[in-house]
């Protein structure tokens, strides 16, 4: 069956990290990309992160130095590690898979997503 199912979110202070994670099932990383994408009450949803197939790693300007996504293929696991985490990340946070590449953010190109998890970030 095919899931992705996102865990890991919940409230922290301002500085504080969180470490997200997108269980895939049904489908291996070996051939999809994951991405990241967050979207906060009245805001659009916006992509944060993702990693290619082959493991290269791309960064929204708003999280570089900040969030780090890796992947185990053994457990066909992503993870998105968010540290020094500020008010203006507060989101429900979801993960997405494309074929192979990761190219953009653009939404449709994301064929299947997982329900999200909330992050709030307090000051």
């Known amino acids: 069956q095919l899931q992705l199912v996102e865990s890991g979110g919940g409230l922290v202070q301002s500085g504080g990290s969180l470490r997200l994670s997108c269980a895939a099932s049904?489908?291996?990383?070996?051939?999809?990309?994951i991405g990241w994408f967050r979207q906060a009450p009245g805001k659009e949803r916006e992509g944060v992160s993702c990693?290619?197939?082959?493991?290269?790693?791309y960064y929204a300007d708003s999280v570089k130095g900040r969030f780090t996504i890796s992947r185990d293929k053994a457990k066909n696991t992503v993870y998105l590690q968010m540290n020094s985490l500020k008010p203006e990340d507060t989101a429900v946070y979801y993960c997405?898979?494309?074929?192979?590449?990761?190219?953009?953010?653009?939404?449709?190109?994301?064929?299947?997503w997982g329900q999200g998890t909330q992050v709030t970030v307090s000051s």
């Open positions: 990693i290619s197939s082959a493991g290269t790693t």
């Open positions: 049904g489908f291996t990383l070996d051939y999809y990309a």
């Open positions: 997405a898979r494309r074929l192979y590449y990761c190219l953009d953010y653009v939404a449709q190109k994301y064929d299947y």
